[in-house]
């Protein structure tokens, strides 16, 4: 690394320490994901209540956009959030889309369908990582 960086222009030796121990803490990271894995696959109504809010015109869904992906999407994580819950999952929950026009308002407020849906599962919306990992105290 520190020849590729002296040809790139920045002569020195390059740190790369904190790297150490890096496979063995991502192993460890990923073991506990797959240790709360859970299998998951979409009740069979996802592909037409996604239509449905589509023909209405229900956000994520806009007159004028091909809205069809947005709303499979959204209605695949309702409904994986509604299992995950019934199961008993009491940690937060965070609906992460960058994809502000169809999630918020022009006040960057949450649509109200939007809310209406995230609600009875006390989920968030987050527009950004950073919001995000505020709303999960990380």
Same mark, same amino acid.
């Given at each position: 690394?520190?020849?590729?960086?002296?040809?790139?222009?920045?002569?020195?030796?390059?740190?790369?320490?904190?790297? &150490?121990?890096?496979?063995?803490?991502? *192993?460890?990271?990923?073991?506990?994901?797959?240790?709360?894995?859970?299998?998951?696959?979409?009740?069979?109504?996802?592909?037409?209540?996604?239509?449905?809010?589509?023909?209405?015109?229900?956000?994520?869904? !806009? !007159?004028?956009?091909?809205?069809?992906? &947005?709303? /499979? /999407?959204?209605?695949?994580?309702?409904?994986?959030?509604?299992?995950? *819950?019934?199961?008993?999952?009491?940690?937060?929950?965070?609906?992460?889309?960058?994809? /502000?026009? &169809?999630?918020?308002?022009?006040?960057?407020?949450?649509?109200?369908?939007?809310?209406?849906?995230?609600?009875?599962?006390?989920?968030?919306?987050?527009?950004?990582?950073?919001?995000?990992?505020?709303?999960?105290?990380?």
């Amino acid at each position: 690394m520190s020849q590729l960086s002296a040809i790139l222009g920045a002569p020195g030796s390059v740190n790369l320490t904190h790297l &150490d121990g890096h496979v063995a803490r991502t *192993r460890g990271v990923v073991g506990r994901w797959l240790s709360v894995f859970i299998e998951y696959a979409p009740a069979d109504s996802v592909l037409a209540k996604a239509i449905a809010r589509m023909n209405a015109n229900i956000s994520p869904a !806009r !007159r004028g956009k091909e809205s069809s992906k &947005d709303c /499979v /999407v959204f209605e695949t994580y309702l409904d994986l959030v509604a299992k995950l *819950r019934m199961a008993g999952l009491t940690a937060p929950i965070v609906f992460l889309s960058s994809n /502000v026009n &169809d999630y918020q308002d022009g006040s960057k407020i949450l649509k109200v369908e939007i809310a209406n849906d995230l609600a009875p599962f006390a989920v968030d919306y987050a527009s950004n990582m950073g919001m995000a990992k505020n709303r999960l105290q990380l």
